[in-house]
């Protein structure tokens, strides 16, 4: 890795204007395009103090071995370089939006002499008209609805030259769904007047078309020509289908893209609706990498950059409104530039309320839903995972693979309830049915630290007995054959230690159930350096040396192993942190539901609770028969031996309970610990 300040510039060497910067490593490739609003002092952030900036960023001037810049004469051009060079470079440390599928388009090809309309994916070609996009299924459907009353050509030029050889059109012709130019059947001119009213009834004209078939059927009729009026009626309830597939959420004379995001610290989902006419005609998304230092607002900006910019320079493509989460930085230059593209002004903003603001919060969701399933998808590929444990085996530097790992978390409200959580993966599963949920109590739940102890030492407490356990039954089992061998004569007696002899009397007795199957290769601990180090002084304390232990913290992603003054900082693409992210997530997870189930059942509390013997069912047949606690504890051993189900001996336990001198418990009133309101006092 080189230095930074091994090529850093001189401060007066940068000029003050705006520009745009890259950074190169030492085989001269781009590892990083930026802009800034004065390079002199953008680029001095970068060099003034390294190892104070954020992981990513330092790895990035790192591997950067020079930087240069482009001064320009504003900031709406230097948006429109960095976009160009971001294309032209792919650096690896900017933010790249990739579609997390591909979407098909419906694409008129108007730049051919017979225009076809065919399903297209892929980059786009010039002359070709699109529209979308589409899932898979409804793009196929919509297509063959409107080849009824738009029958233009669909086949492909191969197809073409063989009808146009033979002079037979091709199965589609002779069902009325091309109309069959390959053979004259249409010139050339009417033939693109069809495919110029298909691309008008998709481009949100279908109203006027409707129309104008509904006034050709009523002339049939008056003409008394009902077949012609039945062809035109199956039309109409065609493009009626195709028109009304897409619900209207908006007003009609609406024409927006609708960006939503939800992100985590290492990837971001994007979902967009396109809004045309009032209606969703397509939805699209993308997953990123946050592998640069981005806020919100700087990956809106890019995410506009990036598609915009692969719309081409086609003007009224893009949409008069563009509604985003948050405002994208620099968006006064991001108007004006796709204003320029589209040829009309473009409004970028934030939906507040209203129904745009409604179907921000659906797209929103979408987004939602999809970096669960991009998650869930990447978590269940065997080659990623495999990768995973592998890139994070070599980063520890450990010496055994990662066949088990487990995490643990502590979790609590202001030092109640406080509850720790184990969870456990093998060859990068989850194995749910060895995770293990912990109550802290006492002087352990005084701090995270000491919880954090607390639960290691009870946790391999645990394995060691087990391990005990095992070793004896393997004793047993091993004197067991040898006995079955004394008895066929293949050992003499006297042969045998007496102690295992005794060992015998007793070998039907089944070995206890191991509670934690076997000890992980690593354990993961959420928390930092004071957590790392309490975990592996349980262990020592414990005398086990062969598991190991590092430490998940959230703020920045450091991995921290024991006794180390600096973090291990793993690349924010690597497979081994998205492995222990998504662990430390499922322990967090998992112990918040646990917290918040045992804070539910502490919500209220009793003086009934204290009492030896005495359980739900009877707690409520007292409280039936005196109808409060304060008549439970007034009555006498006899008046409460009438309860259902309180025999003389509760009844007792009872009264000794509430008597002077017993326990503390027996004062303190029921309370409902979300309101504080006293339920009964004594």
């Known amino acids: 890795m080189a230095n930074p300040a091994s090529y850093r510039p001189q401060t007066g060497e940068i000029p003050t204007n705006p520009g745009v910067y890259r950074f190169r490593d030492p085989n001269g490739r781009v590892i990083y395009v930026g802009k800034a609003k004065s390079l002199r002092s953008r680029l001095n952030s970068y060099f003034a103090n390294p190892a104070g900036l954020l992981p990513k960023t330092y790895a990035m001037v790192h591997a950067a071995s020079s930087v240069e810049w482009t001064v320009v ?43 076809r309309v065919q399903v297209m994916r892929g980059d786009r070609r010039k002359g070709t008209r699109y529209f979308g996009p589409y899932t898979a299924g409804a793009i196929r459907e919509t297509m063959d609805t409107l080849l009824r009353v738009f029958p233009v050509r669909s086949c492909s030029a191969g197809v073409f030259k063989r009808a146009e050889a033979s002079g037979r059109p091709c199965l589609l012709g002779y069902i009325d769904k091309c109309a069959a130019p390959c053979v004259g059947r249409i010139s050339p001119e009417d033939h693109r007047a069809l495919a110029d009213d298909f691309c008008a009834f998709m481009g949100g004209e279908a109203k006027r078309f409707i129309g104008k078939l509904e006034k050709q059927m009523a002339e049939a009729v008056a003409e008394l020509n009902y077949e012609r009026a039945a062809r035109l009626r199956d039309d109409i309830a065609a493009l009626r289908k195709v028109f009304e597939r897409n619900a209207v959420v908006l007003a009609e004379d609406t024409d927006a893209d609708i960006f939503a995001l939800h992100e985590d610290e290492l990837e971001a989902a994007v979902q967009v609706f396109h809004v045309r006419g009032g209606r969703v005609r397509g939805q699209r998304g993308w997953v990123v990498e946050k592998v640069e230092d981005s806020t919100t607002p700087d990956l809106v900006e890019h995410l506009l950059q990036q598609v915009y910019g692969d719309e081409g320079h086609g003007h009224g493509r893009l949409p008069r409104e563009v509604l985003v989460p948050v405002a994208p930085s620099n968006a006064a230059e991001l108007t004006e530039w796709l204003g320029g593209m589209r040829g009309a002004k473009v409004d970028i903003r934030v939906p507040q309320r209203g129904d745009k603001a409604a179907l921000m919060s659906t797209v929103r969701e979408n987004a939602e839903h999809a970096l669960k399933l991009h998650k869930t998808r990447r978590a269940g590929d065997i080659t990623v995972r495999s990768q995973a444990l592998q890139e994070l085996q070599e980063a520890l530097d450990l010496p055994v693979p990662l066949l088990r790992i487990e995490c643990f978390d502590v ?105 934690f199957a076997y000890p992980p290769n690593l354990v993961v601990v959420d928390g930092g350096k004071p957590q790392v180090n309490a975990a592996a002084r349980a262990l020592a304390d414990l005398g086990i040396d062969d598991v190991y232990v590092v430490g998940l913290a959230k703020r920045l992603e450091e991995v921290w192993l024991p006794d180390s003054d600096f973090p291990v900082i793993l690349p924010r693409t690597s497979q081994g942190l998205y492995l222990l992210q998504r662990i430390r997530d499922e322990a967090h997870r998992f112990a918040i539901s646990f917290h918040r189930q ?41 008046e409460l031996s009438e309860a259902k189900g309180i025999g003389p001996a509760l009844a007792s336990a009872i009264v000794n309970h509430f008597s002077a001198g017993g326990p503390e418990a027996a004062t303190v009133p029921a309370i409902n610990m979300t309101t504080g309101e006293v339920i009964e006092s004594s």
């Open 73 to 115: 004469a504003s900031e709406l051009e230097s948006l429109q370089l960095e976009y160009t060079w971001i294309k032209e470079f792919k650096p690896r440390f900017n933010v790249v939006f990739r579609d997390d599928k591909t979407y098909p388009y419906l694409a008129v090809t108007m730049g051919e002499k017979y225009p």
């Open 411 to 515: 979790s609590h409200v202001q030092g109640t309830n406080v509850v720790a959580s184990m969870v456990v993966v093998e060859d990068g599963l989850p194995k749910k049915s060895d995770y293990r949920k912990f109550s802290i109590t006492g002087a352990a739940a005084t701090d995270d630290t000491a919880a954090m102890h607390d639960v290691l030492t009870r946790r391999f407490r645990h394995y060691l007995q087990d391990k005990s356990a095992q070793v004896d039954e393997a004793v047993l089992n091993s004197s067991a054959d040898e006995t079955d061998q004394r008895e066929a004569g293949l050992v003499e007696p006297g042969q045998q230690d007496p102690a295992t002899d005794a060992a015998l009397l007793d070998t039907t007795t089944p070995a206890p159930r191991a509670k």
């Open 598 to 638: 045992k804070r539910g059942k502490a919500m209220t509390v009793s003086a009934l609770d204290g009492v030896p013997g005495l359980g739900a069912s009877k707690r409520k047949a007292l409280l039936a028969h005196f109808g409060s606690v304060k008549g439970v504890k007034a009555a006498s051993v006899a």
